[in-house]
Structures are given as structure tokens and as C-alpha cells.
């Protein structure tokens, strides 16, 4: 099964971007409703996201979620390793009994390909900010 904490916390990250810009109140409820999941696992995730410094949250009847800083200064990595930091491009199998070459070496050869495959999610998630996100949205809403 996969993690979807990474795109969830995306979701909820653009989704309060788009409506800071438009002037709408964001909440764990309206986020919850939107995701399809229950305001406790929204929260939880938001709670992560706002000791990384990515959001912020405020209380009350003019409360909500806001971004903490500018879309342009977020990175998809940052949200990356605040909901998931040990993240990895896959699990690697045990080896129970070393037998042959293969079975003997596929842990090196899977830690180097995993290594250089968690590198290149880096990379990518890094150049790219929440602004991109947006961006890229429009153009794709654009485009139909």
C-alpha cells in the first residue's frame, strides 16, 4: 500500500495557497471535506506542517490555515520531509540466505539504485516550490 501522506499534505498545502490568493478561509473541516477524510488526520497533518514552518494556523471565527511563508519559498521537498522524512524510494527484501551472488549482493545493488533514486526525488522535489504548483495547475486547467 502506498504512502499518501506526501501528496495529501501537498493537496492541503496548494489548496491553502489558492485560497489565500482568492480571499477564502481555509479549515481542517473544509480540507477534510475536500480530501474525503476526517478533520483528526488533517490536523495532525497540518500540526506536522506548522513546526516545519510551512503553514500556519490561527483559531476563531476569522482563523484558518495560511501559508507561513511565500509560495515561492516552499519547496516540495520541505513538505516532503515534514510528513514524511524518513521517506524511501522502496523498501528492500530481506535475504535470509546468501547462497549465490545474487542473493549475497542484491542488498548493495538495491541500497546504490535506492540511493541514487531517493537523490533524483530530491532534486526534483527541491526545484520545485508551491508557486510552481500553482502555476502548473493553471496551465493544466487551462489546457482542457
Same mark, same amino acid.
Given at each position: 500500500?502506498?504512502?499518501?501522506?506526501?501528496? &495529501?499534505?501537498?493537496? =492541503?498545502?496548494?489548496?491553502?495557497?489558492?485560497?489565500?490568493?482568492?480571499?477564502?478561509?481555509?479549515?481542517?473541516?473544509?480540507?477534510?471535506?475536500?480530501?474525503?477524510?476526517?478533520?483528526?488526520?488533517?490536523?495532525?497533518?497540518?500540526?506536522?506542517?506548522?513546526?516545519?514552518?510551512? =503553514?500556519?494556523?490561527?483559531?476563531?471565527?476569522?482563523?484558518? =490555515?495560511?501559508?507561513?511563508?511565500?509560495?515561492?519559498?516552499?519547496?516540495?521537498?520541505?513538505?516532503?520531509?515534514? &510528513? &514524511?522524512?524518513?521517506?524511501?524510494?522502496?523498501?528492500?527484501?530481506?535475504?535470509?540466505?546468501?547462497?549465490?551472488?545474487?542473493?549475497?549482493? =542484491?542488498?548493495?545493488?538495491?541500497?546504490?539504485?535506492?540511493?541514487?533514486?531517493?537523490?533524483?526525488?530530491?532534486?526534483?522535489?527541491?526545484?520545485?516550490?508551491?508557486?510552481?504548483?500553482?502555476?502548473?495547475?493553471?496551465?493544466?486547467? &487551462?489546457?482542457?
Amino acid at each position: 500500500m502506498a504512502d499518501t501522506r506526501f501528496p &495529501t499534505a501537498l493537496q =492541503i498545502v496548494v489548496t491553502a495557497a489558492i485560497n489565500e490568493r482568492q480571499g477564502v478561509r481555509t479549515t481542517s473541516s473544509t480540507l477534510a471535506d475536500s480530501l474525503e477524510t476526517n478533520s483528526s488526520f488533517v490536523r495532525k497533518t497540518l500540526s506536522t506542517m506548522a513546526k516545519a514552518g510551512i =503553514i500556519s494556523a490561527s483559531e476563531g471565527a476569522q482563523g484558518g =490555515i495560511k501559508l507561513a511563508k511565500p509560495a515561492n519559498q516552499i519547496t516540495l521537498q520541505m513538505v516532503r520531509d515534514a &510528513t &514524511t522524512p524518513d521517506a524511501r524510494a522502496w523498501a528492500q527484501r530481506d535475504v535470509s540466505q546468501p547462497a549465490c551472488l545474487v542473493t549475497r549482493n =542484491i542488498g548493495g545493488l538495491s541500497e546504490m539504485l535506492c540511493s541514487k533514486a531517493d537523490d533524483a526525488i530530491a532534486g526534483v522535489l527541491s526545484s520545485m516550490t508551491i508557486e510552481d504548483c500553482l502555476n502548473e495547475l493553471h496551465r493544466l486547467d &487551462t489546457s482542457r
